[in-house]
T-cell receptor, first 116, second 109 residues
Framework: GAGVSQTPSNKVTEKGKYVELRCDPI?????LYWYRQSLGQGPEFLIY????????DSGLPNDRFFAVRPEGSVSTLKIQRTERGDSAVYLC??????????????FGEGSRLTVL | LAKTTQPISMDSYEGQEVNITCSHN???????ITWYQQFPSQGPRFIIQ???TKVTNEVASLFIPADRKSSTLSLPRVSLSDTAVYYC??????????FGKGTRLSVIA
């Protein structure tokens, strides 16, 4: 389809392991966002890319979290030494132009991460 | 400091008009008001966005009074498929979206 694609849809891992989550945005969208959503809560901002560069990473909770977008399209969210508190749905969104409040963000279905 | 306040939940019967009001007393001059809808196991979906007065699209209307300290999302003639969580967000430019807990709308047959 033409929407935002996220893989894997589900990931179960053990505490301390390394995890990568992938986001394939809508073709041509220059802005890409990562959010995460815990059970019963609204999504929380993690990081925003404009092109290849991280324009705002103020939402990353600590240095175990890192994200890249090397060619300005696909992005990977990387979590090192996972902890049980990292369990959540990780949502990716893209938009054709920057502006989270001046346009529409297109969200994927998310990657559900469970850390045992 | 919470930017928006909205009811935790609402119930409605099919075919009724539903109005969800969001309070944003501290809205800034450059802030826009945006509503998203989220179904279980899906990402949020943009519904409507406005700055002042009234905005209407094919799925909803957004009413914003002159002081902009609140807004009301109006869903005409809801159906069971409108059962979802609805989020009201305010902000400017490319500042991050702050979702809050949203309003859980349950549509009953």
């Amino acid at each position: 389809g033409a929407g935002v694609s996220q893989t894997p849809s589900n990931k179960v891992t053990e505490k301390g392991k390394y995890v990568e989550l992938r986001c394939d945005p809508i073709s041509g969208h220059t802005a890409l966002y990562w959010y995460r959503q815990s059970l019963g809560q609204g999504p929380e901002f993690l990081i925003y890319f404009q092109g290849t560069g991280a324009a705002d990473d103020s939402g990353l909770p600590n240095d175990r979290f890192f994200a890249v977008r090397p060619e300005g399209s696909v992005s990977t969210l990387k979590i090192q030494r996972t902890e049980r508190g990292d369990s959540a749905v990780y949502l990716c969104a893209s938009s054709p132009t920057p502006g989270q409040h001046t346009g529409e963000l297109f969200f994927g279905e998310g990657s559900r991460l469970t850390v045992l | 400091l919470a930017k928006t306040t909205q009811p935790i939940s609402m119930d409605s019967y099919e075919g009724q008009e539903v109005n969800i009001t969001c309070s944003h007393n501290n809205i800034a001059t450059n802030d826009y008001i945006t509503w998203y809808q989220q179904f279980p196991s899906q990402g949020p979906r943009f519904i409507i966005q406005g700055y002042k007065t009234k905005v209407t699209n094919e799925v909803a209307s957004l009413f914003i009074p002159a002081d902009r300290k609140s807004s009301t999302l109006s869903l005409p003639r809801v159906s069971l498929s409108d059962t979802a969580v609805y989020y009201c967000l305010v902000g400017e430019g490319n500042t991050p979206l702050v979702f809050g807990k949203g309003t859980r709308l349950s549509v009953i047959a």
